[in-house]
């Protein structure tokens, strides 16, 4: 929040003083030249000032925007099956943020769903789900640029992905996003490699990585995650699956369902994510937080992400992120 200022007439930081116009004035008509800061087709010199700036049109330099600005570009490949094969879905989103230097960008994406955040490896949060980013100052105004034709291939297949107006969270964020226009699992194969580009907004973006392997042999305390039905409370959760590359993270994410009391009040959802070295392949998740029962869901993720150089300087970056998960609905005993 910026501080309370006294109620003062600002002058333009453009804008030339009498003194200095009568001076610019008598040092242009010793030497026929223009005056500095005046500009137009016609100017004067009149024996006195007023003269001078009645018969005179000025005109001063515009304002120029000196505000440095920010690019930081998110792309997003999320796909999502249940454990047991029957459902699948998946979702390509891309969003260019464009903000003032001095504004956290990280926390912006987290307010519009884009962020994310976890643990180091090996450790774990315990709380609600998702809180949210706080609100933007008044006088932090970002938008998601508009970056023309934002195409995604992968395995010699193109999509363009579909603009669509930023929803309304705040008035001091706008802008386009970008998804692919379906959430069907197909077109978005894991172990493929994926080329987003977009030319829009003077990006001449191209960015290519290849996604990783979908999980598979994942185990819940030695069963196998499709017939997992109950999980026990009294005993951290014990899990284990096929590794993929090094470098990439396999976080878990349990959740309980929201409940309601007898008064019909829906109580807090409780949330646990632990993050692991994906080469290690197993990784133990605390589970007292959920010793109250009910049902929830069990969510296993691969997680891999590649940055790029939005444009040139180190303060425009972006991140792909491949975000894989496996998931079952379980009660909590």
């Known amino acids: 929040m910026h501080p309370p200022h006294t109620a003062t007439a600002a002058r333009p930081s453009n804008a030339l003083s009498a003194g200095t116009l009568s001076k610019r004035a008598a040092r242009a008509r010793e030497h026929g030249t223009r005056p500095h800061g ?9 024996g006195s000032l007023g003269l001078f700036l009645m018969g005179c049109g000025i005109e001063t330099d515009p304002p120029v925007d000196t505000e440095v600005r920010t690019t930081h570009a998110v792309v997003t490949i999320e796909r999502s099956e249940s454990a047991d ?27 519009v769903g884009l962020g994310l955040d976890l643990p180091e ?38 999509e363009r992905l579909a603009p669509y107006a930023f929803p309304t969270v705040t008035d ?17 194969p894991s172990g493929s490699r994926y080329t987003l580009t977009a030319a829009g907004s003077g990006l001449g973006l191209r960015v290519s990585h290849d996604a990783p392997h979908a999980l598979s042999g994942v185990t ?40 309601q009391s007898a008064a019909q009040v829906p109580s807090p959802s409780r949330r646990v994510i632990c993050s692991f070295a994906d080469e290690l392949g197993a990784g133990s998740v605390p589970t007292e937080a959920f010793a109250a029962g009910g049902t929830g869901r069990v969510s296993v993720h691969r997680l891999r992400t590649h940055e790029f ?25």
């Open 38 to 46: 005046v500009r137009g087709g016609a100017w004067c010199v009149g």
């Open 85 to 111: 094969g029957s459902s699948s879905k998946a979702e390509a989103l891309a969003g260019f943020l464009e903000v003032p230097a001095l504004v956290d960008a990280h926390s912006v994406l987290q307010l």
């Open 121 to 158: 490896p090996g450790s774990c949060t315990l709380g609600a789900a998702r809180a949210t980013a706080g609100p933007l100052t008044e006088t932090a105004n970002v938008e998601f640029v508009d970056a023309g034709a934002v195409e995604l291939e992968v395995s010699g297949a193109r």
């Open 172 to 188: 001091s964020i706008s802008g386009v996003l970008y998804t692919s226009r379906d959430r069907a699992a197909d077109p978005l």
């Open 220 to 259: 819940v305390n030695g069963t196998p995650l499709a017939e997992v039905a109950g999980v026990g409370t009294s005993n951290p959760l014990d899990l284990t699956w096929d590794v993929d590359a090094p470098g990439d993270i396999v976080y878990v994410e349990l959740t309980a369902s929201s409940a």
């Open 309 to 333: 150089d939005v444009l040139q300087g180190d303060s425009s970056r972006g991140v792909l992120r491949f975000d894989f998960a496996v998931t079952a609905n379980v009660s909590f005993e």
